[in-house]
Structure formats: C-alpha cells, structure tokens
C-alpha cells in the first residue's frame, strides 16, 4: 500500500535560513542578458530563495521517493493513479515532477480561489472541479505551496467526498511558520522545501496573475 505508515517526507527545510542570492543570480537562470529581463520583473523581486538548480534536486529527491512508493503499489496490482494538479500555482512544478515519474498515470487538475493580492480571504471555492470521476483511484494532489494550511485542507476534504481509493498530496513548498493553529494538521505527504515566512512568486507562483513564468522561486519585494 502506498506510504502505507503514513510516514511524511520533506526534502529540505530553509525555514531558519533565508539566503536571498542577489539578482545577477536570478539572471543567469534567463539565458540571456539583462535586457530579456522584464522590468516588472526587476521591479518586484527582493532576491532569489530557489535556483532552478536547487529546485531540480528537490524535485529529483521527491520523485524518486514517489517513484519508490508507487511502484510498490503497482506491482501489487493497486488502482489507477490520478494527479491532479491544482491550477495554476502547481502547473510548472506539476509538470516538470510528471515527467520524472515511472508509474502509469492520468492526469487531472482541479482550480480553487482564496487569495487576493498576498492575503488569503479564508473563504475557498472550486472554480474548477476535477473532469473525470476519481472514485476507486488513488488521487495524488499537486500543489506549489502551503502556507495557512485553509486551500490543502479543504482541497483534501473536497476531494474524500469523491470516494479515491487513496490521496496523497506534494507540495513543492511548505511556509510552516505561517499555519493556523487550525490547521496545525495539515502538511503535504511530500514537501520540496520548507521556506521562511516571505511571499514568493516564480515557477509557477504568482502575484496578482503574473510571475508565474519565472524559472526560479524569488522573494517579492514589499
Ligand atoms: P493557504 O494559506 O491556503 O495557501 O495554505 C495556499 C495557496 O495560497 C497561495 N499562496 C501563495 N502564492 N506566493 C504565491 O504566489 C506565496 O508566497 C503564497 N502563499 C500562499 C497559493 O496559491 C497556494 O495554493
Ligand atoms: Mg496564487
């Protein structure tokens, strides 16, 4: 059975030490020269916390882990896996993480709304549900971040209402320090990296729609 003593992984906990790299740093990532940078870019990163570099080790170390854990399954003839990608903070990390993966899987996504600007309005809505039945299958939820623990938790009680044979969640950051105590429970089955209390935009994170393309994690300036 998958991870069957529910045993969590987290790769790499950053939460006592931000290093911001300067931004020369963050460059190097673009291939090209200072120019391609947008400004808007330039405008809002206060540093760089993940290089793509350090985001493929983390992605590396999670997928072997998965690898491991659901290939065991498989041999014992499980039920099919789905992953779902929660839309659109998971879609680089999910993307890049489904390629490392060497189990059979569909994919599936699911969008949920919370946040205005860099605050969570604590109220969540599906603003797209999951387009194919998931009852019987074993759901392994991506997600980028989490940080008051409110989106993971009610993605997850969403999603049991489905009936999946299992769940299973990786999130590719965990902002522990900010959870609410009422949802001190909550944590992904697989974290990437522990971060500080910084908001971070890049590989799939965004502020206000944009950023999101950025391939590295950089701290937004405030
Ligand atoms: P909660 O507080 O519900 O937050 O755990 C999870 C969702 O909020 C978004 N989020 C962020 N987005 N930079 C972002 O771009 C951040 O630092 C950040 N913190 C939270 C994210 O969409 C996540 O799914
Ligand atoms: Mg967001």
């Known amino acids: 059975m998958v991870n069957a ?3 969590k992984y987290v790769f790499s906990s950053m939460r006592d030490q931000v290093q911001l790299r300067g931004f020369d740093d963050a460059l190097r990532g673009f291939d090209g020269t200072d ?3 947008p400004a808007l870019y330039r405008k809002n990163i206060a540093g760089m916390l993940l290089s793509q570099d350090q985001i493929g080790q983390g992605l590396a170390a999670v997928a072997a882990q998965l690898n491991r854990d659901y290939e065991r ?8 896996v789905v992953l779902v990608t929660v ?7 999910s ?3 489904m390629r490392q993966l060497c189990f059979p899987f569909k994919t599936d996504s699911i969008a949920v709304s919370s946040y205005e600007g860099t605050e969570s309005t604590g109220t969540y809505q599906v603003k797209k549900d999951i387009s194919h039945p998931v009852a019987g299958k ?6 980028d971040i989490v940080d008051t623990g409110g989106t993971l938790d009610f993605l997850a009680q969403h999603i049991k209402t489905k009936n999946p044979a299992s769940l299973q969640t990786v999130a590719l950051l965990d902002k522990a320090d900010r959870r609410k105590p009422q949802f001190a429970h909550v944590s992904a089955d697989y974290t990437c990296f522990v971060i500080p209390d910084v908001f971070v935009i890049g590989y799939g994170l965004d502020y206000e729609g944009y950023f999101r393309g950025m391939p590295f994690v950089a701290v937004k300036k405030t």
Do not use: T
């Open 5 to 7: 003593d529910h045993k």
């Open 95 to 97: 993307s890049d993480l």
């Open 35 to 37: 120019a391609v940078l």
């Open 138 to 143: 074993q759901v392994l939820l991506v997600e």
């Open 73 to 80: 399954y498989e041999i014992q003839g499980a039920a099919p």
């Open 87 to 93: 839309l659109h903070g998971a879609m680089v990390f």
